[in-house]
């Protein structure tokens, strides 16, 4: 009996343990540089002097006049699509979303690395919905 309790302890602890990687702590940090990143690349898109035509452009734009908004993002994979004149940011671990913003408005749009899920790199926000 005692065999059985010391394994199934031990299966808990090890399936919480490894359960997400992500520190919710770094990750808030993090996002919060992220939405300031986003709303950078939203006014180069809507102010900037230069026509930007896609995302990457727009991402290599900030990146060239303010490297220090895409520094924290140096391990990650940064996706912008341009929707119109809105920019939407994707932020991901390898194929893995973190986190996802509309650079037009003043909240962050969502939050994944609480519910981690593969092969989810991929943007899903409508700018259109979410800047009015």
């Known amino acids: ?14 399936g919480c343990s490894t359960s997400n990687p992500y520190n919710n702590e770094k990750m808030y940090d993090l996002a919060s540089q992220f939405k ?5 690349v939203d006014g180069s898109i809507k102010f900037g002097e230069v026509a930007i035509e ?17 520094a924290p993002f140096a391990e990650y994979i940064i996706k912008v699509e341009v929707q119109g004149d ?36 991929v943007i899903t926000l409508d700018s259109h919905q979410l800047c009015k």
């Open 1 to 14: 009996m005692k065999h059985l309790l010391f394994i199934i302890v031990s299966m808990l602890i090890v």
């Open 54 to 70: 896609n995302g990457h452009q727009a991402l290599e734009r900030v990146s060239i006049e303010q490297p220090d908004k895409v």
């Open 86 to 121: 809105n920019a939407v940011l994707l932020l991901c671990d390898e194929d893995i979303a973190l986190i996802e913003d509309a650079g037009c408005n003043a909240v962050l749009d969502k939050v994944y690395w609480q519910a981690l899920n593969p092969k989810s790199c």
């Open 36 to 40: 300031d990143l986003s709303q950078t």
